[in-house]
């Protein structure tokens, strides 16, 4: 065969060669998939189609019971639905939210009516304090509600109070309030953490106005430890008096917060004759000239007036 033959013949082969090996290099197409058999069961409800909860709409509100006491106290071991506390104390709201969020089909807390379910759980009594019989009896002018707030409490305080202590109690006890701002001498209340709850107990029974301690001492003596004693010689024992026979709790027009302007007259209001053959305490002597001014201040030398270990006269 002539050389100038065999050019054809070679380029045919080589392409014949190269349609091969691309053939086999080609992916194989995807079969498409079959369509899936019809079945009868019904599709699982969405997370869209789920039953409606409290926090669909009051979203402010369940988000801030996280941190009530109420949520803390009831599901210690478990971190619970918040949803599900509504119903504790607002009853099943399914007919509520079904009528669009009306109030009449949901269970709300309003005066006298509303505390009475606060009661069904706070069921304190002792012979010191009541929530239903105390100082701030659950009556339709004062009750629970008058005072504490579920879902807008003040933040710094343990015991869901609405506002903070000072300026809630200042809502009722004008005089009080205005001793505190407006005397010279009284306490720094609301400052350095002092309120009105360090010496008052709401919930107190009738007749029993502050909060007595554990032994049944005034508060007072929960920051004036130094005055407690016991003395060897007490100024004053049994019912004779205590701090407010002679200390203005709530603010004073005198130094010290005393009753009375002067030392001599505070003094006196006891130790004399009181009308009748007894007194109340031992009567100045006879040297004791009340004229003069060196007499009229008797700390000047009874200088242990709240009791001494030393002096039955109280002396230096």
């Given at each position: 065969?002539?050389?100038?033959?065999?050019l054809?013949l070679a380029?045919?082969?080589?392409?014949?060669l190269g349609l091969?090996v691309?053939l086999?290099?080609?992916?194989e197409?995807t079969?498409t998939?079959a369509?899936?058999?019809?079945?009868?069961a019904?599709p699982?409800?969405s997370?869209a189609?789920?039953?409606?909860?409290?926090g669909d709409?009051?979203?402010?509100?369940?988000a801030?019971?996280a941190g009530?006491?109420?949520?803390?106290y009831?599901?210690r071991?478990?971190?619970?639905d918040l949803?599900d506390?509504?119903?504790?104390?607002?009853?099943?709201?399914?007919?509520?939210m079904e009528?669009?969020?009306?109030?009449?089909?949901i269970?709300t807390?309003?005066?006298?009516?509303?505390?009475e379910l606060?009661?069904s759980?706070?069921?304190k009594a002792?012979?010191?304090a009541?929530?239903a019989l105390g100082f701030?009896?659950?009556?339709?002018?004062?009750?629970?509600l008058?005072c504490?707030s579920?879902?807008?409490?003040?933040?710094k305080?343990?015991h869901?109070i609405?506002?903070a202590?000072?300026?809630?109690?200042?809502?009722c006890?004008?005089?009080?309030?205005?001793?505190?701002?407006n005397?010279?001498?009284?306490h720094r209340?609301?400052?350095g953490?002092m309120t009105c709850?360090?010496?008052?107990n709401?919930h107190?029974?009738?007749?029993q106005?502050?909060?007595?301690?554990?032994?049944?001492?005034l508060?007072?003596l929960?920051?004036?430890?130094e005055?407690?004693?016991p003395?060897?010689?007490d100024?004053?024992?049994?019912?004779a008096?205590?701090?407010?026979?002679?200390?203005q709790?709530?603010?004073?027009?005198n130094p010290?917060?005393l009753?009375?302007?002067r030392?001599d007259?505070?003094?006196?209001?006891c130790?004399?004759q009181t009308?009748a053959?007894?007194t109340l305490?031992?009567?100045?002597?006879s040297?004791?000239?009340?004229?003069?001014?060196r007499y009229?201040?008797?700390?000047t030398?009874?200088?242990?007036?709240?009791?001494?270990n030393l002096?039955?006269?109280?002396l230096?």
């Open positions: 065969m002539a050389r100038g033959s065999s054809p380029a045919a082969v080589l392409a014949s091969t691309a086999a290099q080609a992916p197409p079969p998939p369509p899936a058999p019809e079945s009868s019904k699982q409800a997370a189609e789920a039953p409606p909860k409290c709409c009051h979203t402010e509100e369940v801030k019971f009530n006491p109420h949520a803390r009831s599901h071991d478990k971190k619970p949803n506390f509504c119903e504790t104390c607002h009853g099943n709201g399914a007919k509520h009528a669009g969020g009306d109030k009449s089909l269970q807390f309003h005066g006298l009516e509303g505390s606060c009661l759980c706070h069921q002792n012979e010191h009541s929530f701030h009896g659950n009556t339709t002018t004062v009750n629970c008058s504490h579920i879902h807008n409490s003040y933040p305080n343990e869901l609405a506002k202590p000072g300026e809630l109690c200042a809502t006890h004008l005089n009080q309030t205005a001793s505190f701002r005397k010279p001498y009284a209340l609301d400052r953490g709850l360090d010496c008052h709401p107190d029974r009738k007749g106005t502050v909060a007595l301690t554990r032994v049944g001492e508060p007072c929960n920051c004036h430890a005055k407690r004693g003395f060897v010689f100024h004053v024992t049994g019912s008096g205590d701090c407010l026979s002679c200390h709790a709530h603010g004073s027009n010290k917060m009753t009375w302007a030392v007259q505070l003094c006196l209001s130790h004399s009308g053959a007894s305490g031992s009567q100045p002597p040297f004791h000239d009340l004229r003069l001014p009229r201040n008797c700390t030398c009874h200088t242990a007036v709240h009791g001494s002096s039955p006269q109280l230096k």
